[in-house]
């Protein structure tokens, strides 16, 4: 059911830029509601600029009915913006990134993307699968992140708008081919980014195959509940988690599930993300500070609450829910400053921490983690909802 109607924009400039940046009449096709204005939800697509090889990239502009706004693009199925509103309903954008395409073509530290085929580590980027010895791409010294190289975070996605009655977004689609970073299977994966009334970003993965592979997507936001303003630490954290998976020096897991009970890793009680940081125990010198998989309490196959943060400045709050079994709380212990972002704020230590919901880093070689194997004929599907209020 379309709520909207295709209309063209109706600027000459526009026309003649969208055509020599994306070189089709199709993309000025722009979506606007049905009732512009206050209260209305809506969907405009622009053009973002174009890849080095020449893919043009578009940028979806979402709007809720009750005013939250995000911005994606089709290039790494990338959240470029997300503003959402604190205790007196200021709006204020909540993730890190940059201003243009360039920026995140130079570098980035996975900016809002969508990571894949494998969120997190394999161990000496190997596995072996039903008696195959697969090489993956090496990015993390001897390790495989994030799907290598050029991971699902830095290809171009295909798009269309999407509207629901409770919200509106975008849905991606992507075909990772056979033998790509050393995987096996032709992979045609699928994120729908769903901007609901509830204020929810909502993110919903499937994807099929033709050989068996390993899958792990998650979402790579930097979130940073003052806007940006300062740095994360005072933000307080809590995670339903009992257990995480312990790493070594190389970030991973030993295949262990250890009790966080008496350690800084405990977030079962709201903690600012600062407080213990720093403390003298091995795992946190190993990671810079909080870069771990936990192990999520569940309760029931449905969907769980992951985590809670409570930014006290601002009275912005976030909730994650998940049908995974695992959250990577990454404090952004990697960020060192030399990078400058929206606005040209520069993102010091710790300026944004992730909250990816997955499986557990190096299952395919971790026979009593829960497995990530995707095989012909079935099918990978699960859903994370991040939602935004304030108190
Ligand atoms: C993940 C990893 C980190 C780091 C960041 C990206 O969270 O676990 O070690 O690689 O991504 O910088």
């Not at 290039?75 to 205790?87: F, H, K």
Request: hydrophobic share 35%.
């Amino acid at each position: 059911m379309l709520k909207g109607k295709w209309r063209w924009m109706g600027l000459a400039v526009a026309m003649a830029v969208t055509v020599t940046v994306l070189g089709s009449c199709d993309t000025m096709k722009q979506w606007a509601g049905a009732e512009k204005g206050e209260g209305a939800m809506d969907i405009d697509v622009t053009s973002f600029g174009q890849t080095p090889d020449g893919q043009g990239v578009r940028l979806y502009h979402l709007r809720n009915a009750s005013g939250m706004t995000a911005e994606i693009m089709t290039y790494g199925a990338i959240v470029v913006s997300l503003e959402a509103p604190d205790r007196d309903g200021q709006m204020d954008d909540i993730v890190l990134g940059y201003d243009d395409l360039a920026g995140y073509l130079k570098e980035t530290p996975y900016f809002g993307a969508i990571v894949g085929r494998y969120g997190n580590r394999i161990g000496k980027g190997k596995f072996t699968l039903d008696g195959v010895t697969y090489t993956l791409a090496t990015n993390n010294d001897e390790n495989h992140l994030h799907g290598g190289l050029k991971g699902f975070d830095k290809v171009v996605w295909d798009d269309e708008p999407v509207w629901r009655p409770d919200g509106v977004g975008v849905k991606l689609s992507y075909l990772s081919k056979d033998g790509e970073e050393g995987y096996p299977g032709n992979l045609q994966a699928t994120v729908v980014y769903v901007l609901t009334n509830k204020n929810e970003l909502r993110i919903e993965y499937e994807a099929t195959t033709d050989k068996a592979t390993p899958v792990n997507l998650t979402h790579h936001g930097y979130f940073n509940l003052t806007g940006a303003k300062r740095d994360i630490l005072g933000h307080e954290l809590m995670l339903n988690a009992d257990k995480f998976t312990p790493v070594d020096a190389g970030l991973i897991p030993t295949g262990h599930l250890v009790d966080v009970e008496g350690t800084p890793m405990d977030f079962r009680k709201s903690t600012p993300i600062g407080a213990r940081i720093d403390a003298d125990y091995e795992q946190l010198t190993f990671g810079g500070g909080y870069d771990h998989n936990w192990v999520l309490n569940k309760r029931s196959r449905g969907m769980t609450l992951a985590a809670r943060v409570y930014e006290p400045t601002t009275g912005r709050v976030m909730e994650v829910r998940t049908l995974e079994p695992g959250v990577q709380f990454y404090a952004g212990n990697f960020l060192d400053g030399t990078l400058a972002g929206k606005n040209n704020v520069v993102y010091q230590h710790r300026y944004g921490f992730c909250l990816e919901t997955q499986h557990y880093p190096d299952s395919p070689n971790k026979p009593g983690f829960p497995s990530t194997i995707l095989r012909p004929g079935g099918k990978y599907q699960t859903t994370t909802v991040y939602r935004f209020s304030a108190k």
